[in-house]
């Protein structure tokens, strides 16, 4: 099998890096493919808790390759950090961490744009972006005249480009931005920054698209690190209350330079309940206690913003919608153990949309706005199942409600999580 992935099948925050630490030693070569520095992973292993934001999570694991491929977009401070961070903790990631010269670079730029932008109104609501340049960083990708890839950080040219993308920039910003933060915009300090920074990400670039395909040629196994979650696809999630990359299954490809033929096994992640960051519609959303109840007991506070997630119940028509979006061929349920005190607990099985019942996810925010969950209650376990290793030990009503979702969404249940550490994990694959 050599190209194994782990997509999100919600809004993100599925707790997939615990499932990419745990699933890397299986596998030769660790690969970041989209998003940024707006994703963060935790890695609790043993006492030690890692939050990553860029470096993949198999970093943790001897003897693993792990890659930053061109659909990512590199902040280089806190990669930087990262980097450092790893260092001071003894996990040497100079040694197996390869970025790819094609990946864009968020520049200093992108900060002061997105925050001139994220409080901007689409669609009745601001987007609630993580604020770290993301949007404008792909926008310029995509627009290509004023875009840095790593490759141009480290070329002799990196000099003029950087002046004559401050001059452009400063220009398109100035209606905008907030003008102290149009003045750090100074060609000569990012210069020097920039410089500062190839010496540490020069050494660990390489073409990383001809380094993958080599390596599948060569049957080594590839796992494929999903950041973010299908529905904040850029295509295909709840536009345009959503992330800049393919953020579902189907961005494998691009992001990574890997062809689709390599990638026989998918693992979709789903939490037991629902969570949302930022704006867009959210169905199942609960803004009563029980809403609240989630978010204390699944500590449900975002890894790279702090924010408190909007907690919700589980949505079947989201996550089945996902599911085949992102070609899931097992389900790897999270965060049971948050659901162990409820007398009953709700899936969402269809949405009430004006009066009609709706079981296909819809294309438009201002529909899903509309939707109102229709529910089958499930009774609750009432217990702790925080310390269950095995599928058996499962009290009867949390094994009806896995085998429930599990045929909603059609998809078999490979693995189940009941916490943070790396042995609250079920793997029934
Ligand atoms: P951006 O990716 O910073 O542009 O943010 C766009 C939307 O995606 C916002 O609603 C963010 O809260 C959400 N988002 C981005 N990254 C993540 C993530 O890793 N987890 C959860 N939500 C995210």
Redesign the pocket.
């Known amino acids: 099998m050599p190209a194994t992935c782990v997509i ?1 099948l919600q ?3 599925e707790a997939k890096g615990k499932l990419v630490d745990l699933l890397a030693p299986r596998n030769d070569i660790v690969v970041r493919y989209q ?2 520095a ?3 992973h935790t890695v609790v292993c043993g006492k030690e808790v890692y939050k990553l934001h860029h470096v993949p999570s198999g970093i943790l694991s001897e003897g693993i390759m792990n890659v930053i491929a061109p659909g990512v977009v590199i902040e280089p401070n806190m990669l930087i950090r990262e980097i450092e961070g790893l260092e001071a903790r003894g996990v040497n990631p100079r040694k197996n961490l390869m970025i790819s010269e094609r990946a864009h670079v968020v520049m200093p730029w992108h900060f002061v744009e ?1 925050k001139a932008t994220n409080k901007a109104v689409v669609s009745g609501e601001s ?9 404008p960083c792909y926008r310029d990708k995509v627009g290509r005249t004023h875009a840095f890839r790593l490759a141009d950080l480290l070329s002799d040219q990196m000099e003029t480009k950087v002046r004559e993308t401050v001059a452009a920039k400063r220009a398109m910003l100035e209606p905008i931005a907030d003008p102290a933060d149009l003045e750090t915009l100074v060609a000569d300090k990012i210069i020097e920054q920039c410089k500062a920074w190839n010496a540490i990400l020069g050494p660990l670039s390489a073409d990383t698209t001809n380094y993958l395909l080599d390596a599948v040629d060569e049957g080594k196994k590839l796992l494929m690190e999903g ?3 299908s529905l ?1 696809d850029i295509d295909h999630g709840t536009y345009p ?5 393919n ?1 579902s299954g189907v961005g494998v490809s691009s992001g990574s330079g890997v062809p689709a033929r390599w990638i026989t096994n998918v693992i979709g992640v789903a939490k037991a309940y629902s ?6 519609p959210f169905p199942t959303e609960l803004l009563d206690a029980t809403g609240q109840k989630i978010r204390d007991l699944g500590r449900e506070y ?4 702090g ?1 408190p ?1 909007r907690c919700g119940w589980f949505d079947a028509v989201a996550v089945r919608y996902t599911a085949r979006l992102s070609g899931v061929h097992y389900l790897s349920l999270m965060m049971m153990d948050v659901l162990s005190h409820f007398d009953e607990i709700q899936v969402c099985v269809a949405y009430d949309v004006d009066g009609e019942r709706v079981t296909k996810f819809p294309c438009s925010a201002e529909v899903l706005r509309r939707c109102k969950p229709i529910y089958e209650t499930l009774p609750g376990w009432n217990t702790d199942v925080s310390g269950v290793r095995k599928l058996e030990e499962f009290p009867a009503n949390a094994r009806k409600y896995i085998d429930r979702i599990s045929e909603l969404i059609s998809v078999p249940v490979g693995v189940l999580s009941v916490g943070p550490d790396r042995e609250q994990t079920i793997f029934l694959i």
Do not use: E, K, M
């Open positions: 999100g809004w993100g925050d998003g940024g707006n994703a963060g997105d987007i609630g972006t993580t604020n770290r340049g993301i949007g950041a973010q979650g904040l209350f959503v992330t800049s990359s953020a969570t949302r960051v930022g704006g867009g975002g890894t790279t913003t924010r997630r």
